[in-house]
């Protein structure tokens, strides 16, 4: 079974609708990442958690919001989507325990903004 | 600012043409440079991290580089396998957070 899993893996939704991507990782890592990755721009940091109570902004949060239920789920919520949110998005881990700042991600959540 | 740089933005090699993409930084007090390897459609998949000048790391036919202001992947004998993009990423100077090159679309033909 794959340490991060990300669902859905696939997402078509419309202009203005609330959508909520999920992580969970079996990894036991405290520490979990929201990226976007756009043709172009290479992956971008949208949020970061390095542990439940803890949630940071990223480069890009704007239209954004993140939930850290536990210590292995990390939601990332699209509160009104817009097209120019149509992108790859991938969840990642690191632990402070092990090399704190390597990450390991999921396999992404593809998104269309209709 | 600190800044990753990748080069060349694509790269295509024959099947066993050996070749080296480069990952050029600036970041005040480097503490780790990191490989990733990424399949279209998927997550990055970890390969190395180097954090000290001369330091070397292999994989296969993978071999990561280090000096003070750029890293290498030298690829020897590259398979059709090897195709992938590869990223590389340094920490954001004094934070934990990751910033990353764009990356090199490396295509190896048969």
């Known amino acids: 079974d794959a340490d991060v899993t990300q669902t859905p893996r696939n997402r078509i939704t419309k202009t203005g609708k609330r959508i909520m991507l999920e992580c969970s990782q079996t990894?036991?890592?405290?520490?979990m990442y929201w990226y976007r990755q756009d043709p172009g721009l290479g992956l971008r940091l949208i949020y970061y958690?390095?542990?439940?109570?803890?949630?940071n902004k990223g480069e890009i949060s704007d239209g954004y919001s993140v939930s850290r239920q536990a210590q292995a789920k990390f939601s990332l919520s699209l509160e009104s989507a817009i097209p120019n949110q149509t992108a790859l998005y991938f969840c990642?881990?690191?632990?402070?325990?092990?090399?704190?700042?390597?990450?390991?991600f999921g396999p992404g959540t593809r998104l269309l903004v209709l | 600012e600190d800044q990753v740089t990748q080069s060349p933005e694509a790269l295509r090699l024959q099947e066993g043409e050996s070749s080296s993409l480069n990952c050029s930084y600036t970041?005040?007090?480097?503490?780790?440079l990191f490989w990733y390897r990424q399949d279209p459609g998927k997550g990055p998949e970890f390969l190395f991290t180097?954090?000290?000048a001369g330091e070397e790391k292999e994989k296969e036919r993978l071999k990561a580089t280090l000096t003070k202001k750029e890293s290498f992947l030298h690829i020897t004998a590259p398979k059709p396998e090897d195709s992938a993009t590869y990223l590389c990423?340094?920490?954001?100077?004094?934070?934990?957070?990751?910033?990353f090159g764009k990356g090199t679309k490396l295509t190896v033909n048969p």
């Open positions: 990642a881990t690191s632990d402070l325990a092990e090399d704190q700042e390597t990450q390991y």
């Open positions: 990423a340094v920490p954001q100077g004094g934070s934990e957070k990751l910033v």
């Open positions: 970041v005040s007090g480097l503490r780790g």
């Open positions: 990894k036991g890592h405290d520490r």
């Open positions: 958690s390095f542990d439940v109570k803890d949630i």
């Open positions: 180097l954090y000290s």
